[in-house]
């Protein structure tokens, strides 16, 4: 899907799943160049289909932000911890 960021006017959000069957969230520039990595992988928490453990923090926070703003991502009431950060649970709406 086609989203535009502030930072990158011009961006895909791209779909796939991790090994453990977890979807997994990529958001690239127009060129399909890789920018951010939005998911995280993570096999200590159940997830529902069209769920991901939102990495919002260093590189990825203006991003994450900018989807949680446009409900792109929805954010649900659950979180787990990814080393010293906590990250929220969000449904993704595309």
């Not at 769920?51 to 923090?57: F, M, R, W």
């Not at 989807?67 to 649970?89: H, K, Y």
């Amino acid at each position: 899907m086609n989203i535009k960021s502030e930072k990158y006017p011009d961006g895909l959000i791209l779909k796939k799943n991790y090994p453990n069957g977890q979807l997994a969230v990529f958001f690239h520039n127009n060129d399909g160049e890789p920018i951010a990595e939005l998911s995280v992988n993570e096999d200590s928490v159940e997830l529902n289909s069209n769920e991901i453990v939102l990495k919002d923090y260093a590189e990825n926070s203006q991003i994450a932000h900018e989807l949680l703003d446009s409900q792109i991502l929805i954010p649900t009431d659950r979180f787990v911890l990814i080393g010293s950060n906590l990250c929220p649970i969000c449904k993704i709406a595309i």
